[in-house]
């Protein structure tokens, strides 16, 4: 029993423990950014956070790309808002402030923040970025490539906000039903905006010789797919130009998944480069069960491409052997598949959708069947219902409807 208790002491102290007071969520907020923060005051009339993130995405503002804190003032004031007034002695009105991580204002004003009131705040200041520290770094350890490669995803972002204000690419938008064409970087703006990325990127891939293995690779993958690497030439360029050398690479270390998701964010980029053809370069390993080909790294990829080209049968022959060891492992007590959704979206609803649209509706059913034995989902007939009704099946639409799921 007092080993139990020690072991939920932690949880007991956590459920005993007040609530933040806003100070200290401000200080802990402030000490995880160790660089810096840029903290806004609003009052009545004086709206300033749109006016500084305005400020910051200027040069060279936003090579510091320091989060930026808001905090309403006036008649409808934030619980935080008093206590800055009285902490750093600012009276009724708007006001601005450079904040370190140890809540000490290095620059402030009340004004309207403007780039260059800023960029002298931060130059009194003496405080620098993540990158500007990272190319200190480089320039006495220049073969690191664990902070080259994260120098390029700071890069990154502050490219993508750049890019974001040039094309008027802000605030999200809803997914248009037919695709929309990419719209280039004028060669002089793009050049301006991305030459310092795609120069970084260009020594990164060739110094790696294919992609930066772990973490780093699967980072630098992440945030190229995130990032508007898509509306510069001169990025298109560099991953056009290690095309070749990536796809070496996962030729002979087919399960590489860094690479993989590299791979993938620079075909996203690019237009979409031709999955198929790769993959019928790299033979599976003698042995390999069914299903368990193509590699993990590029499986979704697999996936969205068969589909893209409606060929439902490459789909069924990936995704029926991988059901059955999930069905198998389930049902002797070796897997918990669970009570979510993750089953759904990675194995039973493509599958599902493959049968359906061959026809095969007793092996849809059966499948199903089997799912709401031993998965145990109360979500499971809601999910299989939307696809049949989006798949134009009211009949499978109202049998697959109500299902009853095993537990429920």
């Not at 403007?114 to 003496?126: I, K, S, Y």
């Amino acid at each position: 029993m007092r080993g139990l208790t020690m072991l939920l002491l932690p949880a007991l102290l956590l459920a005993q423990r007040p609530p933040a007071s806003p100070a200290g969520a401000f200080d802990r907020e402030l000490k995880r950014n160790r660089f810096g923060t840029w903290l806004v005051l609003e009052d009545e009339g004086a709206a300033w956070g749109a006016a500084m993130r305005s400020a910051l995405d200027e040069e060279p503002m936003i090579l510091l790309n320091l989060p930026l804190k808001v905090v309403a003032g006036g008649k409808k004031a934030d619980a935080l808002a008093p206590v800055l007034r009285e902490r750093f002695g600012w009276p009724k009105g708007a006001h601005w402030a450079l904040v370190d991580a140890k809540g000490r204002v290095k620059a402030e004003g009340a004004g309207i923040p403007m780039p260059g009131a800023l960029g002298r705040a931060v130059e009194q200041a003496g405080i620098s970025s993540r990158a500007q520290e990272l190319e200190a770094f480089l320039r006495h350890n220049p073969d690191r490539q664990d902070a080259r490669a994260a120098l390029v995803q700071d890069y990154l972002a502050v490219a993508t906000r750049r890019t974001k204000k040039a094309l008027n690419l802000s605030g999200s938008k809803p997914a248009p039903s037919e695709p929309v064409p990419v719209k280039p970087l004028d060669p002089e703006v793009d050049l301006k905006i991305w030459a310092a990325v795609a120069q970084q990127l260009d020594t990164v891939l060739r110094e790696v010789g294919g992609a930066p293995d772990g973490s780093h690779g699967f980072l630098l993958g992440h945030q190229i797919r995130r990032s508007a690497a898509e509306h510069s030439p001169s990025m298109i360029a560099v991953l056009e130009r290690h095309k070749a050398t990536l796809e070496e690479t996962l030729r002979r270390s087919p399960e590489n998944f860094a690479t993989w998701q590299l791979w993938i964010a620079a075909s996203q980029k690019c237009g979409g480069w031709p999955l198929q053809p790769l993959l019928a370069t790299i033979p599976a390993l003698p042995g390999t069960p069914p299903g368990s080909w193509p590699p993990q790294g590029i499986f979704e990829a697999y996936l969205k491409d068969a589909k893209s080209r409606s060929d439902w049968t490459t789909i069924r022959e990936v995704l029926e052997p991988r059901w059955n060891d999930l069905r198998d492992a389930a049902l002797d007590g070796q897997m918990h598949l669970g009570n979510n959704a993750i089953s759904w979206d990675w194995n039973l609803g493509p599958l599902l959708e493959a049968q359906v649209s061959q026809g095969d509706i007793g092996a849809a059913d059966q499948v199903l069947n089997e799912a709401a034995e031993v998965m145990g989902w109360p979500g499971l007939p809601g999910k299989a219902r939307d696809l049949a009704t989006r798949l134009n099946r009211p009949d499978l639409a109202t049998r697959w409807g109500a299902l009853a799921v095993k537990g429920r």
